[in-house]
């Protein structure tokens, strides 16, 4: 089985700050690993993924995430937040293998403060 | 620019009523997934398609919904009858074998009173 944690519900950033939403997960197999933004109202949208390769991945927007097997991780990060990166954000995971679901966590509210 | 396009946008119906929402995935791509969004499950995949063939249902209550793809460029998800415990936002997916981001459409959010 695979799962994922996003352990804070609600992340709180000033604008121009730097910006980290955290990621766990376990899988069985190979981790194929996923971050997704959704708007009020809106689809989610694909920011990054890690599939093999250099462990720090970079994405859409200016939003990068770093791959950590040791520890399990995939936290999504940002150098400095803008208020527009206000949004629900989703980490997921799926085994290498060929099933294609993903599993997703339960989102973290990301709230940029001007 | 190719996207995911879901009807209708919104639903609002009344308990017991056949609800049907449709999918079209994007030219190309051969597996979509249905999810449902609710504030105290989150995201639940419902089922998924590859090939149009059904890989996966086990998410979906049996006895009410069922999915189909008629053809490449359509996926339906139908509830019959809908209860008010299926009010969400259900949403539809595609990609490909070679990529392994999947793609959302903008949702049909649903009403049952």
């Known amino acids: 089985a695979q799962s994922v944690a996003q352990p804070e519900d609600q992340v709180n950033v000033a604008e121009g700050n730097p910006l980290t939403v955290k990621c766990t997960y376990s899988?069985?197999?190979?981790?194929?690993l996923f971050w997704y933004v959704q708007y009020p109202n809106r689809g989610l949208q694909f920011l990054l993924k890690?599939?093999?390769?250099?462990?720090l991945v970079k994405g859409s927007y200016g939003f990068e995430a770093e791959f950590n097997k040791s520890q399990t991780s995939f936290h999504l990060k940002k150098p400095s937040a803008l208020v527009s990166d206000s949004a629900l954000y989703f980490c997921?995971?799926?085994?290498?293998?060929?099933?294609?679901?993903?599993?997703f966590g339960s989102g973290t509210q990301l709230t940029v403060l001007p | 620019d190719a996207r995911v396009t879901q009807t209708p946008r919104d639903k609002v119906t009344e308990m017991g009523q056949e609800v049907t929402m449709r999918c079209q995935p994007i030219?190309?791509?051969?597996?979509v997934f249905w999810y449902r969004q609710t504030m105290m499950q989150g995201l639940e995949l419902l089922a998924y398609?590859?090939?149009?063939?059904?890989?996966?249902d086990s998410g979906m209550p049996k006895d009410r919904f069922s999915a189909e793809m008629p053809d490449a460029t359509l996926a339906t998800l139908k509830i019959q009858p809908s209860e008010p415990r299926d009010s969400a936002v259900y949403f539809c997916?595609?990609?490909?074998?070679?990529?392994?981001?999947?793609?959302f459409g903008p949702g049909t959010r649903l009403t049952v009173l």
């Open positions: 890690y599939i093999t390769g250099d462990n």
């Open positions: 030219l190309g791509h051969n597996t």
């Open positions: 398609f590859r090939n149009r063939a059904p890989l996966d």
């Open positions: 899988v069985s197999g190979n981790p194929y």
């Open positions: 997921a995971v799926r085994d290498g293998g060929s099933a294609r679901q993903l599993t």
């Open positions: 997916a595609s990609a490909t074998d070679r990529a392994n981001e999947q793609f």
